[in-house]
């Protein structure tokens, strides 16, 4: 098994199909009522039809790695795949998956028994309503699973309520305290869209972030927290930013002085407009003008 560090690898520089090789391991738990056979690997289905229909007894946990496609099952259960999302197939479901073509198809499965995935509801571990989540693809995470198939590899009778331990902590570390249903992060995914959408426009630079956030149906503190969690900086710094860059697109057309343009722009005066002009482009607006009037002389 290929060994990862998680403080050496980038989420954005994994070679998945490396470090998640093809695999499939069987390995046997003895629970009350006897001895159930489980497994666990990376499916990698290359000769698989785009769209099939199946039917699973037992319970499966599904992460997707690679790909993206749809599911949906009996209970009218919806799944949109994407890589980060977790799937719980409970039970003796018939199902339909749809792969999109356009990439190649790689999850990390898992499959126990439904009185063993019965007994995760029964402690708490598991939400019984919770059909899928988020949990993003990182390092960490592929470290996480690439462990947990070694260790299925080497499971013995002497062993086993260690590697029970495990699978515990597998679905612990899987669906974090605070996961939500893909559905709901796609509709959250939506309002940050928008709240970006309006943060960029010109014309609502007069509106103020709380009534922002109040006009895409979210909360303050919770529209912060999230925009910060998507976008890596805060809703003002982005509409800072927006302004800037029309900035730029102004002074490279030369039809405006420098105080025109911090006034067009609502800012107080010519120097506080230029002060945030070079703490996000590194130069002044006037030095910014030279160089790209510099820059297209030389081209």
């Given at each position: 098994?290929?060994?990862?560090?998680?403080?050496?690898?980038?989420?954005?520089?994994?070679?998945?199909?490396?470090?998640?090789?093809?695999?499939?391991?069987?390995?046997?738990?003895?629970?009350?009522?006897?001895?159930?056979?489980?497994?666990?690997?990376?499916?990698?289905?290359?000769?698989?039809?785009?769209?099939?229909?199946?039917?699973?007894?037992?319970?499966?946990?599904?992460y997707t790695l690679q790909g993206e496609g749809h599911y949906e099952d009996e209970t009218g259960t919806h799944v949109r795949?994407?890589?980060?999302?977790?799937?719980?197939?409970?039970?003796?479901?018939?199902?339909?998956?749809?792969?999109?073509?356009?990439?190649?198809?790689?999850?990390?499965?898992?499959?126990?028994?439904?009185?063993?995935?019965?007994?995760?509801?029964?402690?708490?571990?598991?939400?019984?309503?919770?059909?899928?989540?988020?949990?993003?693809?990182?390092?960490?995470?592929?470290?996480?699973?690439?462990?947990?198939?070694?260790?299925?590899?080497?499971?013995?009778?002497?062993?086993?309520?260690?590697?029970?331990?495990?699978?515990?902590?597998?679905?612990?570390?899987?669906?974090?305290?605070?996961?939500?249903?893909?559905?709901?992060?796609?509709?959250?995914?939506?309002?940050?869209?928008?709240?970006?959408?309006?943060?960029?426009?010109?014309?609502?630079?007069?509106?103020?972030?709380?009534?922002?956030?109040?006009?895409?149906?979210?909360?303050?503190?919770?529209?912060?927290?999230?925009?910060?969690?998507?976008?890596?900086?805060?809703?003002k710094e982005f509409r800072i930013r927006s302004v800037i860059l029309c900035a730029k697109d102004m002074c490279l057309r030369?039809?405006?002085?420098?105080?025109?343009?911090?006034?067009?722009?609502?800012?107080?005066?010519?120097?506080?407009?230029?002060?945030?002009?070079?703490?996000?482009?590194?130069?002044?607006?006037?030095?910014?003008?030279?160089?790209?009037?510099?820059?297209?002389?030389?081209?």
């Open positions: 098994m290929h060994e990862l560090d998680p403080h050496s690898v980038a989420t954005t520089d994994l070679d998945i199909p490396k470090v998640c090789p093809a695999s499939e391991y069987f390995f046997y738990l003895k629970l009350p009522g006897g001895e159930h056979t489980c497994r666990t690997g990376y499916w990698v289905p290359d000769s698989l039809p785009s769209s099939f229909t199946g039917y699973k007894s037992g319970f499966t946990l599904q795949f994407r890589p980060g999302v977790v799937l719980f197939r409970q039970g003796t479901l018939h199902h339909t998956v749809a792969r999109g073509s356009a990439s190649p198809w790689r999850t990390f499965f898992l499959e126990l028994p439904l009185q063993f995935f019965n007994g995760l509801r029964e402690v708490g571990i598991m939400d019984p309503m919770l059909r899928s989540c988020h949990r993003p693809l990182t390092s960490d995470v592929v470290v996480m699973l690439n462990t947990f198939i070694e260790r299925a590899r080497h499971l013995t009778l002497n062993n086993q309520i260690l590697f029970l331990a495990n699978i515990h902590q597998l679905f612990i570390d899987i669906t974090p305290e605070n996961s939500v249903p893909v559905e709901e992060d796609a509709r959250l995914q939506e309002k940050l869209t928008l709240a970006r959408e309006m943060l960029a426009d010109p014309e609502q630079r007069d509106a103020a972030i709380p009534e922002i956030a109040r006009r895409v149906g979210l909360g303050y503190h919770h529209f912060r927290k999230a925009f910060v969690k998507s976008v890596g900086i805060s809703p030369r039809c405006w002085t420098i105080a025109e343009i911090a006034e067009k722009l609502g800012y107080p005066d010519a120097a506080t407009f230029s002060k945030q002009f070079k703490r996000i482009t590194g130069h002044s607006p006037r030095e910014f003008c030279k160089r790209s009037l510099l820059t297209r002389d030389e081209s």
